[in-house]
Nanobody, 123 residues
């Protein structure tokens, strides 16, 4: 069983920054692919960023150049640094994990999910 706990969300003005953290349980953290997803009210959950077990990264076009994903396997934690935040980034942000060799972009490919952390960007 894998447990994920997100933190770091909050209220920030447009142009500001936040760093989200996703802490995972389990001794095989380095074998996980980790994805960050977000869901705004009335919208479907969407892929934001992901990092594979090999360190490969991918980003949604809407966040490229503004968000950076990284992982610290020694701390069983993945980070999402979010800069130049926009009101349209407002959503509930989830991290997800799976034992996958690749880096899936689809939420349905991830077996483990955290409870989410709210990010609100004011204009």
């Amino acid at each position: 069983q894998v447990q994920l706990v997100e933190s770091g969300g909050g209220l920030v003005q447009a142009g500001g920054s936040l760093r989200l953290s996703c802490a995972a349980s389990g001794r095989t953290f380095s074998s996980f692919v980790i994805g960050w997803f977000r869901q705004a009210p009335g919208k479907e959950r969407e892929f934001v960023a992901g990092i594979s077990r090999f360190g490969g990264k991918d980003y949604a076009d809407s966040v490229k150049g503004r968000f950076t994903i990284s992982r610290d396997n020694a701390k069983n934690t993945v980070y999402l640094q979010m800069n130049s935040l926009k009101p349209e980034d407002t959503a509930l942000y989830y991290c997800a994990a799976d034992f996958n060799m690749g880096l899936p972009l689809e939420a349905g490919k991830y077996d483990y999910w955290g409870q989410g952390t709210q990010v609100t960007v004011s204009s």
